[in-house]
């Protein structure tokens, strides 16, 4: 009897022992640090965007690059990771650590995304030479390949449908903005033009006042339009327009011309860079631009498209800009 009240006494100090200890083990569980390292404020860090490099980068069909550098901010989470995808895989492909396989001729976007779905950024793929019609990274329709290397650049990108004006002037009519120079109607001339008519006539056509019942704002002449056009598109801005030279905007019908009812211009009239010059005085006309038309007969009963057609610059047409670009990386 007396050993049972032993054995019943030790059974009993046993059980309260160990649940006294059960909150002492708990503690230690929770308490332990991750297997990862990081601490617990930089698991519980909020994702606050992603950088990519480069913006744009060119390969040819066949090839694998890994090129592409990704950050997710801030670098210390260690709970966060990337996904990535191809807008179009027959163009390019992505695998999972964001290494590109280039597979046909063409231009796409890759986007690389936080694990959080939260934040995207977007890199695009030249795929191959043969990218003229395809769209450009800013939206647009790449009109021309300086495949030769004549330029600081190498391509020109028609800006989207979207941004076009219509009916508006060259301006600045009775000044010349080029009366020293009428070298400007070539490729790789409508960015320096632009810059210069816009520095002529300034922030407001000095004319203005001239023109018969103008129905469009003093600032509304064409050169600075274009080069004051700010277009968004896959989360990133552009801003580096400008009015393209009278050989720029032929080049619209000479590459593109084939798109069928995918043509980007209208039949209509296109005002260009470019001032009218009298080969006979060997002056610029103050009072006159070049035009380019994308219609039989527009702007001249003769007139067919893609020829230059000479309009008074308070004349009023449509206006589409274009820009420059060069690929970050070439692979």
């Known amino acids: 009897m007396r050993s049972w009240k032993i054995a019943s006494l030790f059974a009993f100090c046993l059980v309260t022992v160990l649940a006294g200890c059960s909150d002492l083990f708990t503690a230690e569980v929770i308490q332990e640090e991750p297997e990862s390292g990081a601490t617990d404020s930089e698991e519980s860090a909020d994702v ?6 480069p913006a744009v980068f060119a390969i040819q069909p066949g090839q694998t690059s890994n090129v592409i550098e990704a950050r997710i901010v801030p670098e210390n989470i260690s709970n966060a990771w990337i996904t990535w995808e191809s807008q179009d895989e027959s163009v390019a492909t992505v695998d ?3 290494v590109v396989t280039a597979v046909s001729e063409g231009t796409t976007w890759i986007t690389a995304t936080t694990s959080d779905g939260e934040h995207s950024e977007h890199v695009f793929v030249l795929s191959g030479d043969d990218v003229v019609g395809r769209k450009g990274p800013a939206g647009g329709t790449i009109l021309y390949h300086d495949d030769n290397g004549d330029h600081e650049w190498d391509y020109l990108e028609l800006a989207p449908e979207e941004t076009e004006w219509v009916d508006k002037p060259w301006g600045g009519k009775g000044r010349s903005a080029n009366p020293h120079n009428h070298d400007d109607i070539g490729v790789g001339d409508g960015k320096d033009a632009t810059d210069r008519i816009v520095r002529r006539l300034g922030e407001e056509d000095p004319f203005y006042e001239n023109y018969d019942d103008p129905d469009w704002q003093s600032g509304e002449y064409a050169a600075r339009l274009a080069r004051s056009l700010v277009h968004e598109h896959m989360g990133r801005t552009f801003g580096d327009w400008f009015l393209p030279s009278q050989s720029e ?8 011309g084939a798109q069928g009812d995918d043509f980007p211009l209208a039949e209509d009239l296109y005002w260009s860079s470019s001032e009218e010059y009298d080969e006979d005085s060997s002056e610029v006309a103050e009072d006159f631009a070049v ?8 702007g001249d009963w003769e007139a067919k498209p893609g020829d230059p057609v000479t309009r008074a610059k308070d004349d009023l047409n449509r206006v589409r800009a274009v820009r420059s670009f060069s690929p970050d990386v070439t692979h």
């Open 96 to 98: 999972s650590g964001g």
């Open 291 to 298: 035009t380019v038309t994308f219609g039989w007969g527009v």
């Open 48 to 53: 606050e965007g992603i950088s990519v490099y």
């Open 249 to 256: 905007l032929r080049q619209v019908l000479w590459n593109l």
